[in-house]
């Protein structure tokens, strides 16, 4: 059986799955990955724009970054990588997508058991008291400062900072107990998420690896299917589903 068709057996004969997704899954929406060619690391630095120390030094720098972004998130449309994940949801009665995008592509795509490990930028946080609002459009200069005295910074997480604990420990525990690992478009060099798909499994789960290249999850890979997101995933989705072609090579 070629990796394809065990993939599309194992997905067919669980109730229990759980979805770990990166920046891979949106670059055919159009937006960069972090690490590629023209990804988001190569044209800026990362330790001046998410930080809490970058942050600290030029607020308005880092949210200048942010709003930017934010704007070219809502410039684009789930594809549908987003979609058939979404679908997939809907097979399983235990299902968790934890995903380290910010970009929101996934709920606005259907996805309802969302876990966003690194936040998202529907709002912003103030550093002090916690205070929320809501991102509309960009975040103005003037309204950085909130009236609590502290400053209103992306709900997001920076490097250094810890994952919320509530959404971590949920993400661990439906990794833990998932008997089905489907893994997309992630280098897994970014800990901790990266360790819910080789750590945190048990051992006889089965892990599925959706992306074009060789990742940091590939030696723990069960089934490994080369591919854009896009392309892949739709077709794992129908056949799974029965509507598809029969299993075949990837
Ligand atoms: P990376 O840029 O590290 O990895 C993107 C992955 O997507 C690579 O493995 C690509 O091969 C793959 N890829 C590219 N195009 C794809 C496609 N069409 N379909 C499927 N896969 C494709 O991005 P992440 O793994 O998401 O954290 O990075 C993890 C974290 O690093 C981010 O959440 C961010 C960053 O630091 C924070 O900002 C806290």
Redesign the pocket.
């Known amino acids: 059986m070629g990796d394809f068709e065990e993939a599309c057996a194992r997905l067919r004969r669980t109730d229990s799955l759980f979805v770990l997704t990166?920046?891979?899954?949106s670059?055919?929406s159009g937006l960069p990955?972090?690490?590629?060619v023209n990804?988001l690391?190569r044209t800026h630095r990362v330790e001046e724009l998410?930080s809490p120390q970058g942050f600290a030094r030029d607020p308005v720098l880092v949210w200048t970054w942010y709003n930017e972004r934010r704007a070219a998130h809502r410039d684009v449309q789930p594809n549908a990588?987003h979609v058939a994940i979404a679908q997939l949801e809907e097979r399983y009665a235990d299902f968790t997508l934890a995903t380290?995008?910010v970009d929101s592509l996934h709920l606005r795509a259907g996805s309802k058991n969302v876990l966003e490990l690194?936040g998202h930028l529907r709002e912003a946080r103030c550093d002090r008291c916690g205070a929320r609002r809501p991102l509309e459009g960009a975040l103005q200069p003037d309204e950085i400062g909130h009236t609590c005295g502290g400053r209103f910074r992306p709900d997001?997480?920076?490097?250094g900072e810890p994952l919320p604990e509530n959404i971590w420990a949920r993400a661990a525990a439906a990794a833990a107990r998932a008997e089905v690992v489907l893994v997309?478009?992630?280098?897994?060099?970014?800990e901790p998420?990266a360790s819910l798909a080789t750590r945190a499994p048990r051992r006889e789960a089965f892990v599925i690896e959706?992306?074009?290249?060789e990742?940091a999850i590939t030696p723990r890979a069960d089934a490994i299917l080369r591919g854009?997101?896009?392309t892949v995933l739709p077709r794992l989705y129908e056949t799974v589903a029965g509507r598809g072609v029969s299993c075949g090579p990837t």
């Open positions: 990166g920046s891979g899954i670059q055919e990955t972090f690490r590629g990804g690391w998410a990588g380290q995008n690194h997001i997480v920076w490097f997309v478009g992630t280098s897994g060099v970014v998420a959706v992306n074009p290249e990742t854009p997101a896009a």
